[in-house]
T-cell receptor
Framework: DAGVTQSPTHLIKTRGQHVTLRCSPISGHKSVSWYQQVLGQGPQFIFQ???????GRGNFPDRFSARQFPNYSSELNVNALLLGDSALYLCASSSGTGVDEAFFGQGTRLTVV | RKEVEQDPGPFNVPEGATVAFNCTYSNSASQSFFWYRQDCRKEPKLLMSVYSSGNEDGRFTAQLNRASQYISLLIRDSKLSDSATYLCAVNIFPQASGGSYIPTFGRGTSLIVHP
């Protein structure tokens, strides 16, 4: 079985640009969560989607948005990129029951210059 | 106060040592608890779930103390390959949410095992 897949793995963008990150969850999982991880910190929660509906939103500006598709894959969009958006963006897949563990993709390393 | 707190370390120990990490959480409605391992510039990988009765997997033992709201990870007979960052994760039900448990992570504890 394929695990969580994210694309692209690395990305370099210029300040002010827009970026779209993609995630495909584990087959059978209906929940996708997005996290931002900067060096030396734990993953910070951005969004959670379950059955195509937003179930949670972390403390991130409106420049960050996401959606989930009928096949449960998901996109994270970030507009008007800032230098401080440079980070590892992680997608986590889970069944969505709340009691189970999350499985991570390999992440997208975003560098904003 | 952060919802999940960990001592960032680093914990610098010799091979063969026993080392323990603690993690505290603030939301008493927390549902499930986990330890993840993260290697440098890689994604976190599930190490083990933490059950109320405690659980063991080889050299690793995890325990949960709901009354004091902390979880622990004990590593016995440390190996060089255990060097990594250990993240604790708690499924928290936020006060204002659409109704879903959110996996919430601590900042991680760095472990360095030296020869």
């Amino acid at each position: 079985d394929a695990g969580v897949t994210q694309s692209p793995t690395h990305l370099i963008k210029t300040r002010g640009q827009h970026v779209t990150l993609r995630c495909s969850p584990i087959s059978g999982h209906k929940s996708v969560s997005w996290y931002q991880q900067v060096l030396g910190q734990g993953p910070q929660f951005i969004f959670q989607y379950y059955e195509k509906e937003e179930r949670g939103r972390g403390n991130f500006p409106d420049r960050f948005s996401a959606r989930q598709f009928p096949n449960y894959s998901s996109e994270l969009n970030v507009n008007a990129l800032l230098l401080g958006d440079s980070a590892l963006y992680l997608c986590a897949s889970s069944s969505g029951t709340g009691v189970d563990e999350a499985f991570f993709g390999q992440g997208t390393r975003l560098t904003v210059v | 106060r952060k919802e999940v707190e960990q001592d960032p370390g680093p914990f610098n120990v010799p091979e063969g040592a026993t080392v323990a990490f603690n993690c505290t959480y603030s939301n008493s409605a927390s549902q499930s608890f986990f330890w993840y391992r993260q290697d440098c510039r890689k994604e976190p990988k599930l190490l083990m779930s933490v059950y109320s009765s405690g659980n063991e997997d080889g050299r690793f033992t995890a325990q949960l103390n709901r009354a004091s709201q902390y979880i622990s990870l004990l590593i016995r007979d440390s190996k060089l390959s255990d060097s990594a960052t250990y993240l604790c994760a708690v499924n928290i039900f936020p006060q204002a949410s659409g109704g879903s448990y959110i996996p919430t992570f601590g900042r991680g504890t760095s472990l360095i095992v030296h020869p």
